[in-house]
């Protein structure tokens, strides 16, 4: 069975810093390309971050470049997005999820075929 759980989501206050974790089972992990979207409440869900299958290859949304950082563990099935600088627009549920192309970083929802449940993010003033 597939999964995909993440954590490490909470609240924190603006400028602080939070690690997200995407712990992964059920499917050989290391050969996809992962990533990270998010969802704020009334909004549709957007790109954040996507890695290669060997963590050298990134891609980013301009809104979170130069805060945020997405990286993997391939002999621990996880992957990671260190946010520091948060800003109160970062405010969503989180989410990881496996691209559907094995060679690719794609920023739209629609080519990953695996996903999480999500975690809470909330920046306060």
């Known amino acids: 069975q597939v999964q995909l759980v993440e954590s490490g989501g909470g609240l924190v206050q603006a400028g602080g810093s939070l690690r997200l974790s995407c712990a992964a089972s059920?499917?050989?992990?290391?050969?996809?390309?992962m990533g990270w979207f998010r969802q704020a409440p009334g909004k549709e869900r957007e790109f954040v971050a996507a890695?290669?299958?060997?963590?050298?290859?990134?891609n980013y949304a301009d809104s979170v470049k130069d805060r945020f950082t997405i990286s993997r563990d391939n002999a621990k099935n996880t992957a990671y997005l260190q946010m520091n600088s948060l800003k109160l627009e970062d405010t969503a549920v989180y989410y990881c999820?496996?691209?559907?192309?094995?060679?690719?970083?794609?920023?739209?929802?629609?080519?990953?075929?695996?996903w999480g449940q999500g975690t809470q993010v909330t920046v306060s003033s």
């Open positions: 059920g499917f050989t992990f290391r050969s996809f390309p």
């Open positions: 890695l290669s299958r060997n963590g050298g290859n990134t």
């Open positions: 999820a496996a691209a559907i192309s094995l060679t690719s970083l794609p920023r739209t929802s629609g080519s990953y075929k695996y």
